[in-house]
């Protein structure tokens, strides 16, 4: 059961459109989880965006059947990252909710902050183990997120063990689905009760085939399609 601290809070409307899963229940998987108590306590102090993006992204990676955790390289560790199991190899997964610029003299496109965003994560990832990026961003119109897939793709090659990036956006209505794949990235989306996502994976250099079928399953799966009936929360 969720805590009563959270259920007190209603999650403000613009964080609200960026999930596509009831947060409640997300939160109560996630609360099961090793190293998970930091994340949840940032989200229950006032539904921080980047917990609700780390939350999130750590519930679909466990509804999808796959081991999930939170730990860290480094430490102490305080702020523990997200890590997952996916094919039999560790993945660590950095989450981000890119908010909209406050200000300031320099104004830069969205498909420029997703590649500052890029650099700034990358920094946070080991370098000898694979990892991905999950970018939420509802600012960037899908069609710059397009034309511009090579040049994102660029910049993800400067990091050889960054094998994904995944950019989320989510609008408030429902739009046809649909898929487009290209060398540089692939793009979905999909209808998700009374919302549509929009789904943007870049490949990395060194992205394997079975982690791009993985990330499908987890963060494309196919309307109807059953979850794995084994959910492991680690430890």
């Known amino acids: ?18 999930l596509s899963c009831n947060i409640h229940e997300a939160l109560a998987v996630v609360k099961g989880l090793t190293n998970a108590r930091p994340v949840v306590n940032r989200l229950l102090r006032g539904d921080e965006p980047g917990a609700l993006a780390e939350v999130e992204t750590a519930y679909l990676i466990s509804r999808a059947g796959y081991r999930v955790e939170f730990s860290s390289h480094k430490a102490p560790a305080p702020n523990p990252d997200l890590v997952a199991w996916i094919g039999g190899h560790k993945v660590n997964v ?16 969205e498909v420029d902050r997703i590649k500052r965003a890029i650099d700034n994560k990358s920094r946070q990832l080991p370098r000898t183990e694979p990892g991905i990026i999950v970018l939420y961003n509802q600012a960037v119109a899908i069609r710059d997120l397009q034309g511009a897939g090579r040049q994102i793709q660029e910049r993800l090659f400067r990091y050889p063990y960054i094998r994904a990036l995944i950019v989320i956006k989510d609008l408030p209505r429902i739009l046809p689905e649909r898929q487009k794949e290209t060398d540089n990235f692939l793009m979905t989306s999909k209808r998700i009760n009374h919302s549509a996502r929009y789904i943007f994976l870049v490949k990395g250099i060194d992205l394997q085939p079975h982690l791009l079928d993985s990330l499908k399953e987890i963060f494309m799966p196919p309307r109807g399609q059953p979850q794995r009936s084994e959910i492991s929360s680690g430890g």
């Open 1 to 18: 059961m969720v805590s009563k601290p959270y259920t007190n809070q209603p999650v403000p409307k613009d964080l609200r459109s960026m």
């Open 94 to 109: 950095e989450t981000m909710f890119l908010q909209p610029p406050t200000g300031g003299r320099m104004r830069l496109t």
